[in-house]
């Protein structure tokens, strides 16, 4: 009679966790998403930076904190706002703390979890174990990491990278072949078609060589018709700027943050930047995002001692757009050449 049992702790889950991201180091947990993918995005768009700057100075406003004890060489401010843009790029933000509670920003693409939730670095092809704490906003498609908030507008930025690469490449080459160099009742000599290469490989191509003349000279007739040439263009498309498509992804992606359009430097059409346009979005910015954000992080830092309040933005103590950005100004969320963008005057 065999009398061996299975005890099962009355508080632990009986969930089968069969995570598919499992790495074949050990039990370590890969995220379902690329984290260096997501450093390389934070530089590939203008607005998606923007708003991930912006929302981490103004989610890590602090009002009153202990953290300073905790730190090394560093200031409360300096950290937090790192420790928070570091949140927001990934969706995950990792601290290591060291036998004397000193704490350190673990970077999360260097960062892993195992199945126990302990974290890892991974550096230089070694995974360390390290002692700290997660913070991460939930994902239902791990148990083990979060997700940042434009995951599903990463197509967006990618294509809007392409766009201005495009754009890029299009005055780097010269464009597209607009114009045939076409020969009437004669052929060109091999010494032309060589002229044509050297032509439009170096002097044409590029913003550099624009409006070059090239000078062309039939060659000797075929028949009775005289000889002739002529530029025939191939297409009447003109250059593809990509404007629409890139407003389109830009809007989308500052949905995805859930930023004021106005904060990033977006006016609503029709506004001439003037008003309360600014004001009534960060009230619902301020409800929204802001407030739950940094009742998240306050929470966090509480569980292992680090005291912190936050300050959220009190938008009922301005009376205008041009008071609040003065005040935004004050406080270092944005710059004074962002203010002067956003009141659409003159630098």
């Not at 009355?10 to 450093?39: C, K």
């Not at 939930?138 to 754009?167: H, M, V, W």
């Not at 609503?268 to 998240?296: A, D, V």
């Not at 950005?325 to 956003?342: C, F, H, Y």
């Amino acid at each position: 009679m065999n009398n061996s049992r299975v005890i099962i702790k009355q508080d632990s889950s009986r969930q089968a966790i069969n995570e598919f991201d499992t790495s074949i180091f050990g039990n370590l947990v890969e995220p379902f998403f690329d984290f260096e993918q997501m450093l390389l995005l934070y530089y590939a768009n203008t607005y998606h930076r923007r708003a991930i700057n912006i929302k981490a100075k103004l989610f890590a406003s602090i009002n009153d904190t202990n953290l300073d004890k905790f730190l090394v060489g560093e200031t409360p401010e300096s950290f937090l706002q790192a420790f928070v843009k570091e949140f927001e790029i990934y969706g995950n933000a990792f601290l290591e703390q060291t036998p004397l509670q000193k704490l350190y920003i673990l970077p999360a693409f260097e960062a892993r979890l195992n199945t126990k939730r302990e974290i890892y670095q991974y550096a230089f092809n070694i995974f360390n174990k390290i002692d700290g704490f997660h913070l991460k906003e939930y994902s239902p498609r791990s148990r083990f990491y979060g997700e940042p908030c434009y995951l599903a507008t990463i197509e967006q930025i990618k294509t809007t990278q392409k766009a201005d690469i495009y754009n890029s490449k299009f005055l780097d080459n010269g464009a597209r072949p607009g114009m045939a160099i076409v020969f009437e009742n004669s052929e060109p000599t091999p010494e032309q078609l060589q002229a044509f290469k050297q032509f439009f490989g170096d002097n044409f191509k590029g913003y550099d060589n624009a409006n070059k003349t090239l000078i062309l000279s039939a060659a000797s007739q075929i028949g009775e018709k005289d000889a002739k040439i002529r530029l025939e263009k191939l297409s009447e498309i003109e250059d593809i700027s990509f404007k629409l498509l890139k407003e389109v992804n830009r809007d989308e992606i500052i949905a995805a943050h859930g930023v004021p359009p106005r904060l990033v430097g977006v006016v609503t059409s029709g506004q001439l930047g003037g008003g309360n346009e600014l004001l009534s979005q960060l009230h619902s910015f301020n409800e929204l995002e802001i407030k739950p954000k940094q009742r998240l992080i306050e929470s966090f830092f509480k569980s292992f001692g680090v005291e912190l309040k936050l300050n959220p933005l009190d938008t009922k103590n301005y009376k205008d757009d041009t008071d609040l950005i003065t005040q935004l100004v004050d406080r270092q969320i944005i710059s004074i050449a962002e203010a002067k963008e956003l009141l659409n005057l003159k630098k």
